[in-house]
């Protein structure tokens, strides 16, 4: 281990002089994740509802949808839907299509997590308690009545520290945008890294900037929770 | 207070008492839930501890096999002090070695089984006397099979307990407390957490082991129990022991007030 | 087979050799990142003059992505430690560290889960602290937190696409090697989605059957 190399990998200044560029390759890493996020959260909320419907075909397509987002790992269907879904869609629509690495960060990204999202849904709902259902039934509240007053608003509470943990997992698989060039900050550090070629403070300081966020992030949904837990909302 | 109680009770007494408590005090933080606990057990003696919930019968059984230390006082099994030394005068806190050695000599029955859910109900009578005695697998195996015989449930021994009932369940913990083979057993409210249908199974196999003389501490609420089976009754009440006695007298003459308050509430 | 082109065809074996690496560098990293977090776990809760090491240790794990601790393993370990010293470790350590510290807290939920009277069932037979942790409470932990443990396995799986990245012969290099060459990143980029995500699919549902087995017979 060389006293030297440590000294260097935490010179921060290197951090310091490059802090714009960095910090704003953060910025484009928290834009990605909140329109991934809302396209996650918008595609697996129906997708839940397809999962728990009484026909049995719908009820597999549901699945169907969440398997398959849940089994691909994101960086291959990052590469997939950048570099084959354009050319898919020229093919079909005759002309050449070409997709902004940022579109194609947020779809991916957006899909993949819509298919853990589903379950995390399919979860809250599952877990209201069968007797407040019957309940509603027994008093002659209609199905649609139920879902709305009963169900959701119960799920919704259940599903919340999940669904907040899953939002930074989300957060740091937007850590992989870099690699179809999406100029967040690892994407910056590669770059100042091949001019600069200081690597060990670079990456060391990237990866103690996305510790922190992440860990912030982490503690605040961790905090939330606790104290939805001992008010017995969740 | 008194160093050499055990010599006041081995001048008493030639035998020695399989458990001995002098001035038994134990404190939750600000709580004291024992106030100064004396009594012993001879061999082959059946020892019933009633009262009510909170008079700190769970915890003065639990300080006799140190899985609650004492706050102050002094505890012997078989002679030997429990969970403390005694070295150049000073009383120090005893290794847990020790402890796990002088351990074995105590089986005790919970009130919630606590049967290991992952070990068949073999394996659970087997792993202590293998693990712990030493013994070999066949040797502990013997062992295991002998004791669940004793309880009637050989039959059960490859089931995982998941499978068994509360009553047959409790009858396990009992053989795997037995085949260690201990000098005294403690029971913890055994019966408690059973439906009304299954203590029956349970209190007759404590009987058979107090018939075979079995020197045993049984805090109950089966009061039926405690009067056909103890050699004597201790009632505890906040802490104290308010009275003691065999059980004819205690139950038909009860002599302190709380006594006959509590027998009314529980027997009527 | 008409669907498939020449090229996947005449280059399936590489695509294997590729799958090959990725399963190994991720078995390994997760006999290691089980072994890491079961330590971490226990210096956490006993070690007491190194708990707070411990669970930044933890803590880093968890909170940072797989893709950042991979180049910092890479670039900046060999410097600092002079380790590791091919890519292949870089690979394996770096998805053993992301994984150790969530096993860790797993570990140590499925330890403060068992109930007490667990341990005072054993200790009431003399058995030692040490031999309670060993033949009853890990016994149990393994069972009740096998999905969680299991599942890290898939995530692990998953995440080792990025090791490409570092020029580890996986699956995922393998694919992008063939497409800079033969340019048909339609058919070899499906083709290896469909290798990924039949391999997940096939180990989460082997997973699944196990884990459920077990839970059937023990409780």
Known sequence: MSLENLRLALDVSVFWEYRRLLLAGLAVNFYVFALAAVLAIALGFPACLLRLHRWRPLQWLGTG????????????????????????????????????????????????????????????????????????????MPRRLILWRITLPQAARQMLPEAMNQLVSLFKATSIISLITVPDIMYQVVQITSTEMKPLPLYSSAAFVYFLVIFAMSTLVRWVTEGWRTRGWA | MRESARETYANLSPVKPVVEVVDLHKSFGALEVLKGV??????????????????????????????EQPTSGEIYIAGEPMGFRISKGRRRADSQANISRMRMEIGMVFQQFNLWPHMTVLGNVMEAPERVRGLSAAEAREVAIFFLDK????????????RLSGGQQQRVAIARALAMRPKVMLFDEATSSLDPELTGEVLDVMRALADDGMTMMVVTHEMGFAREVSDRVIFLHNGLIEEEGPPAELFERPRSERLRQFLSKILH | MGILSRTITNNFDKLLAGLAVTLEVSVIAFVVAVSLGLTLCFVRMYVKPLRWPAILAIEFGRNTPIYVQLMWVNYVWPDLFGWPTSVFTAGWTALAVQSSGYLAETFRAGIEGVRRGQWEAAYSLGMSPALTMRRIVLRQVAVTMS?????????????????????????????????????????????????????????????????????????
């Not at chain 3, 340019?183 to 980029?189: S, T």
């Open chain 2, 151 to 162: 309880v009637g449930l050989l039959d059960k021994r490859d089931e995982y307990p998941a």
């Open chain 1, 65 to 140: 949808y969440a398997e398959f987002f849940r089994n691909t790992p994101e960086y291959v269907f990052l590469i997939w839907v950048h570099f084959v879904l354009p050319l898919l869609i020229s093919a079909l629509i005759a002309t050449k299509v070409n997709f902004p690495p940022l579109l194609s960060a947020v779809l991916a990204l957006g899909f993949s997590y819509s298919g853990y999202f589903t379950e995390t849904f399919r979860a809250g709902i599952l877990a209201v308690p069968r007797g407040h259902l019957e309940a509603g039934r027994a008093l002659g």
């Open chain 2, 38 to 67: 004396s009594f012993d057990v001879q061999e082959g003696d059946v020892l019933s501890v009633i009262g009510a919930s909170g008079s700190g019968k769970s915890t003065l059984l639990r300080c006799l096999n140190h899985l």
């Open chain 3, 147 to 219: 999905p969680s443990i299991m599942n890290q396995f898939l995530v692990v799986v998953k995440s080792s696409t990025l090791v490409s990245v570092i020029a580890v012969p996986d699956l995922m290099y393998q694919a992008l090697r063939l497409t800079s060459i033969w340019f048909e990143p339609i058919e070899i980029l499906s083709v290896t989605a469909f290798l990924y995500i039949a391999v997940v699919f096939v180990l989460s549902n082997m997973i699944k059957r196990y884990t459920d087995r077990l839970r059937l017979r023990y409780t």
